[in-house]
């Protein structure tokens, strides 16, 4: 069964970066379209950013283009959220998930597979 597990969340100042990473547990995740996911304190979950299995199509929530970027990276085999100039709005718990279609999309019903979730938070 496909489990995934998210690392690199943190605290940092506005303008800062971080990393996240999803993994999966003994499995590859070439075969899976991802999304990242997050939810901030009282709000509901939004979708971020997602990756498709082939071509590696990418697609962005309006609120972090220019400032986000996704990417698998094969060597490791993990897909990469990285986040840079961060806001204050930006704090919340990160999710990756996998889509059963392979596709990229930020529509959430796709999604069967999810991590835990990884907190990130941005102070002033």
């Known amino acids: 069964q496909l489990q995934l597990v998210e690392s690199g969340g943190g605290s940092v100042q506005a303008g800062g970066s971080l990393r996240l990473s999803c993994a999966a547990s003994g499995f590859s995740l070439d075969y899976y379209g991802i999304g990242w996911f997050r939810q901030a304190p009282g709000k509901e979950r939004e979708g971020v950013a997602c990756v498709s299995s082939s071509v590696s199509m990418t697609k962005y929530a309006d609120s972090v283009k220019g400032r986000f970027t996704i990417y698998r990276d094969n060597s490791r085999k993990t897909v990469t959220l990285q986040m840079n100039g961060l806001k204050p709005e930006d704090t919340g718990v990160y999710y990756c998930?996998?889509?059963?279609?392979?596709?990229?999309?930020?529509?959430?019903?796709?999604?069967?597979?999810w991590g835990q979730g990884t907190q990130v938070t941005v102070s002033t």
């Open positions: 998930a996998a889509d059963i279609k392979s596709i990229c999309t930020l529509v959430q019903p796709y999604y069967r597979t």
